[in-house]
Structure formats: C-alpha cells, structure tokens
C-alpha cells in the first residue's frame, strides 16, 4: 500500500510537470528561439573557420617547409583547446540564462526544492568521507540543487574533479595531460537515525586501504556485495547495523538506474552521502543545436532530477528504522 501511494505520488508530480511545462515554459522558451539561431551560427562559423586554419596550417608546413614537429603541433594544439574553450563558454552561458527561467518551475515540481545560481561546493567534506581520495587540482561546479523532499533535508551538486598536469619533452613538446577523478554528482542526505560512526562504501579494489586515519577494512557475510564493494569503518557494529541486507541490495540496484558502475557512499558526520561518477553531463538543457523549446532534453532533465530525489525513497531515509 505504502509502495502505490509513492508510486501514485510521483505520476501526479510528472503529470504537474508536463501541466507546468505547457503553460509556464514552453511559451518563455519561444524567447530564447531566435538567441539560440544566432548563437549556433555563430559557434558554427567558428568551428568551420577554425578546422581550416588549422588543417592548411599543418598542410603549408608540410608540403612548403616539408616538416610538422612540436614547435608547430604545440602552438595549434593550444589553440584548438582555447577554440573549444571559448566554444563551451558561449554554450554554458546560453544554457544559464535559460535555467534561470525555467528551473524554478521544474524545481517547484519537487516539494521544497531549488536550483542554486551561484553554487557553492564543500570539497572538503567529499574528502574528509573518503569519497575523493585521489589528488586532483581543480573543480568545476555545474548545477546544485538544495531543499528537502519528504521531510529530509538535502543536496546534490554536480562536480568535477580533474587533475591537470603540465609536461614538457623532447620528443612531445609541452602538453596538457588532464586525468578525471570525479565527474559526476554528490547527492548528501541528513539521517534521520543516529551514528557516530565513519562508514565508508567504495568500488571492489585489489588494495583494501583507504588514507583515512581509524578506518579499516571490513569483510561482510554477502558475498556477492564484496565482489562489488570495498566496506571500511571505525564501528564494525555499528556499521553492519546501517549496512542491512535491503541496503546492501538497494546500492547494487542504483548501478542499473544511473548507468554506471562508479558509485560509492559514505556515512559521515550524521549524513549519508552518495557519490555517482556517472562522466557525463547531467541536467543538461539549452543545446544550441536543438529548438529552444524541444521538450524532449526538458523531460530528460526532469527524469534526472526525479531519478536522485527518489534515493529517499529507494533508502527509505524518511522513516525512522534501520536502512
């Protein structure tokens, strides 16, 4: 019974979705129409005249000066990057001034729930739980959502963690190596049941260690969860407590729901956080190379949004029992 009223609850949020899409957004879309056509031909025109320049500079060299070495393929290498750069730059700023209209429709679909203009990321607290661990040097925030859905407070944000390493050689030139670490979005839950303790969930690795002082590896009796998940904690009893077998079951399932295999999860500081390396950009809208209006990346974005909220219910965070 419990199961159908939620599943009802949620038809009759999409249903109030498309109602407020119709009315409230596709008519201030329309707006943004003729912006949109002069930016695609804009970024177009760049990208053609870019191509050329940079294929008639690499053919003048080889059949006039009849060399390509690093003296020329890094200056036309940095180039390219700063073309794509300044391409994305014009593709962000559309998709903003688009998201600030309509997100807070699309937000108002999901109880107390709002898109952050200017947002802000605690990277320390990503840290500190054992959910970044590798060395990164710089972070991209995208889009942050805050509020509370059932009663439970929460966040996500959409972060990338990058490491980006200058190298210099002989024989390659100098280069930009750029390593993804983390790209994807955190969605950190406040517990409704109380612990102390530091879990943390990761993928199934060969080394069984983490660099956080007090935690140590933890084996659990399933069996199939360990091949999947790596447990590490300073409270073993405490941790099997909230590591239940419908939990253990539930972050399996999330692999198939989010498309990917890089999921990991903390308890930390009376909140559960769970990190989902998805490596694509979520929440997208305002592609230039789609109608203003089209309602099917709209609707995507919905799902999207729909598919995080709904880790309250898939956890079962708003009752005040064991996971």
Not at 285 to 303: H, N, P, R, V
Request: charge should be positive; charged fraction near 25%; proline fraction near 2%.
């Amino acid at each position: 019974m419990e199961n159908m009223n939620k599943i009802e609850t949620y038809r009759k949020m999409r249903s109030d979705f498309y109602k407020k899409f119709k009315n409230n957004c596709a008519p201030v879309l329309q707006n943004f129409e003729s912006e949109r056509i002069r930016l695609k031909n804009i970024v177009t025109a760049i990208g053609i005249i870019s191509v050329i320049a940079i294929t008639a500079s690499i053919g003048y060299f080889i059949l006039f000066a009849g060399i390509i070495d690093n003296v020329i393929i890094t200056p036309i290498v940095i180039i390219s990057g700063l073309i794509a750069a300044g391409i994305n730059h014009f593709c962000k700023t559309f998709e903003r001034k688009i998201k600030k209209r309509i997100m807070p429709v699309v937000c108002g679909c999901f109880e107390n729930l709002k898109w952050v203009e200017n947002p802000y990321v605690d990277h320390t607290l990503h840290e500190k739980s054992g959910l970044i661990s590798e060395y990164y040097n710089k972070i991209a925030v995208d889009d942050v959502f805050e509020g509370t859905f059932r009663e439970v407070p929460m966040n996500i944000e959409e972060v990338e963690y990058t490491r980006v390493e200058s190298r210099t050689s002989a024989r390659s030139g100098y280069r930009e190596e750029k390593t993804t670490v983390f790209k994807g979005i955190f969605v950190t839950l406040q517990m409704n049941k109380n612990f102390n303790s530091h879990t943390l969930v990761k993928q199934n690795a060969i080394l069984k260690n983490v660099n956080i002082s007090g935690l140590r590896h933890t084996t659990l009796e399933d069996v199939q969860f360990e091949k999947q998940f790596d447990v590490f904690t300073n409270d073993e009893v405490e941790a099997r407590y909230l590591l239940t077998p419908s939990f253990m079951e539930r972050l399996s399932d999330m692999r198939r729901t989010f498309s990917t295999s890089r999921i990991s999860c903390a308890f930390f500081q009376n909140r559960f956080i769970i990190a989902l390396d998805t490596r694509r950009d979520m929440f997208k809208l305002g592609s230039l190379f789609k109608k203003a209006d089209d309602t099917k990346q709209f609707f995507q974005l919905y799902e999207e949004i729909e598919a995080v909220v709904k880790l309250i219910d898939h956890f079962k965070l708003d009752q005040k029992i064991g996971l």
